[in-house]
């Protein structure tokens, strides 16, 4: 099982509305990342987790809010969210959580989510 | 300021010649390269990769060569096919760090 499978694949809310991502991997990776992503643009890093615990936040809004159950799973929880946060939301998962030799990234196939 | 450029944001090319993406980085600590590519409302998908210590790494019909002293590596895609149009990002990486992916270059393959 070689995939990242992300849940809801589009998602409309409001911006007073509380809405929750999820990714999971079956990899036995130890590392996994939600990336923003806007049209045209590369993927922009938001958090990483290492070995279930947060390791690093890019300075993201505390309206996202991760949360890793376990080595499986990472939940992106969204609320009271701006138009501007319209975006695609990829996880993704790595093998060796320092990023290690080569630094490949498995991605899921991204949450759409706009926010009216 | 961006350490990995790629300067083309599109590119057409017809069916059955070759595509050439290009992608340039600035920082000298990166000694692993990975290309993805991305169709429309879909993640990334990983491609091909080549380490700092070859030239060059070919897998059927893409093929990545990297100049380390002109610090720019280029894909290959040959022959192109129109399943091929899709958005390609170069990455970087320095161990121990996360990828540094380039803006992407829209490629479009013409029938």
């Known amino acids: 099982d070689t995939e990242v499978t992300q849940t809801p694949k589009h998602l409309v809310m409001g911006m007073t509305n509380k809405k929750s991502l999820k990714c999971e991997q079956h990899m036995g990776h130890r590392a996994m990342y939600w990336y923003k992503q806007k049209a045209k643009k590369p993927p922009e890093l938001m958090f990483v987790y290492s070995y279930e615990k947060l390791s690093i936040n890019e300075s993201v809004p505390s309206r996202f809010s991760p949360e890793c159950p376990n080595s499986s799973l990472l939940n992106l929880h969204l609320h009271a969210l701006q138009p501007e946060d319209s975006a695609l939301y990829l996880c993704?998962?790595?093998?060796?959580?320092?990023?290690?030799?080569?630094?490949?990234?498995?991605f899921g196939e991204g949450s759409r989510l706009t926010v009216l | 300021d961006q350490q990995v450029k790629q300067n083309s944001p599109s590119l057409s090319v017809q069916e059955g010649r070759i595509s050439i993406l290009n992608c340039d980085y600035t920082n000298s600590m990166f000694d692993y390269f990975l290309w993805y590519k991305k169709y429309p409302a879909e993640g990334p998908t990983f491609l091909i990769s080549i380490s700092s210590i070859k030239d060059k790494n070919e897998d059927g019909r893409f093929t990545v060569f990297l100049n380390k002293s002109a610090k720019h590596l280029s894909l290959h895609i040959v022959p192109s096919q129109p399943g091929d149009s899709a958005v390609y990002f170069c990455a970087a990486n320095i161990p121990a760090r996360q990828l540094t992916f380039g803006s992407g270059t829209q490629l479009t393959v013409l029938p």
């Open positions: 993704a998962s790595s093998q060796d959580p320092t990023g290690g030799v080569t630094g490949e990234l498995f």
